[in-house]
DNA sequence: AAGCATAGCAACCGCAACAAT
DNA sequence: CATTGTTGCGGTTGCTATGCT
């Protein structure tokens, strides 16, 4: 039973496409058109499924597609957009001409991903790590605090030293650090890979300490100062020319809400219907809030996360 | 030079949305 | 309105090229 299959899997061939096949592909869509892809491979003389042929003439054969480098101008596209829609590749690919939805999609995955961890920004939230950390530590209570962090850490070392090391934060032991109490206390099986990730993270423990004993809770985050994650050199700027991220100010008190949940609304987290509240310019309380503003398209509950020229955007968005 | 690790890319798979009947 | 077929999308896998030891 089930879902009947989209071709007889055992006469189609998989894999690399040969340029004959290519050929035929093409000749057969340019003299008929991509009307139902079910019989293009029959009709063309390809052993192929459909599936498999309308992927290989929309992610490569197509005359109009760009098959060069990403430019700058198209990375901060990809970035600015994917801080609202998330991973809707297609959406954000159709404000690329020539590009496709794989094309950017792999580009993210294997690029800007790790560009943007580099910068000490989190590539789902588009926040920086440090603003994570005190934004968990804010909503939480001690003990609950305690055990995320935990957990976190082990998940995101890598960024983390990362970033304190981009901010000068010295992160090595001066002293023995008493082992972490955690649950792999298994004494004849513990790795030297588990060894370093304990290595890692009381590192990371100590330089977050630091971090927060040189910065007063009065001199982080003004909106008015260098953002927190940039070099002194000013090197995440270099990496995107003319991206920004305007941060939104940190709110301890007085608030309706915690930081958190204000201004969740930027990535794949963020609910429809907070995105079209976004896009309609309101925020959850109904209040004006993004919209067009001279000129420029304001994206986000927060007003200010980032914003972009209304006519860089090619197509409308979904 | 050989072996291994990693990055980048092309392609596949399963699911969901949409359209036609 | 229900069913069936088609298309589109996003996640994932696997292959190849390149770099490193």
Not at 71 to 96: F, K, M, P, T
Not at 109 to 135: C, F, Q
Not at 180 to 186: G, Q
């Amino acid at each position: 039973m089930g879902r009947i299959p989209c071709c007889e899997k055992e006469s189609v061939k998989k894999g690399q496409w040969t340029p004959e096949e290519d050929h035929k592909l093409s000749s057969y869509i340019s003299q008929h058109g991509t009307r139902n892809w079910r019989l293009i491979p029959k009709n063309a003389g390809l052993q192929r499924c459909g599936k498999s042929c309308r992927l290989r003439w929309t992610n490569y054969l197509r005359p109009d597609l760009k098959h060069g480098q990403f430019s700058d101008a198209e990375e901060q596209i990809i970035v600015r957009l994917h801080s609202v829609l998330g991973n809707r590749w297609s959406v954000i690919a159709a404000q690329l001409p020539g590009r496709t939805d794989n094309d950017v999609k792999n580009h993210w995955n294997t690029k800007l991903r790790k560009k943007l961890s580099g910068m000490g920004i989190d590539p789902v939230t588009h926040k920086p790590y440090s603003h994570l950390m005190a934004e968990i530590a804010n909503t939480l209570a001690p003990p609950q605090v305690a055990n995320l962090a935990e957990a976190t850490l082990g998940c995101l070392k890598d960024e983390m030293l990362h970033l304190l090391t981009k901010k000068h934060i010295d992160i090595q032991f001066q002293s023995p650090a008493p082992a972490p109490a955690t649950v792999n206390n298994n004494n004849n099986n513990n790795s030297k890979h588990e060894e370093h990730d304990d290595d890692t993270i009381e590192k990371i423990k100590i330089g977050l300490s630091r971090a927060i004993i040189q910065e007063s809770p009065e001199t982080r985050m003004t909106p008015s100062n260098k953002l927190p994650w940039e070099s002194s050199n000013g090197a995440s700027s270099a990496n995107f020319p003319g991206f920004h991220y305007a941060l939104p100010s940190f709110g301890h008190e007085g608030e309706g809400g915690s930081p958190w949940s204000q201004s969740m609304c930027t990535g794949s987290t963020c609910t429809a219907g907070e995105q079209l509240q976004s896009k309609m310019g309101v925020d959850e309380n109904g209040d004006e809030c993004s919209g067009e503003k001279d000129g420029r398209i304001m994206f986000s509950g927060e007003c200010e996360l980032w914003d972009l020229p209304s006519n860089d955007l090619m197509n409308p968005l979904v």
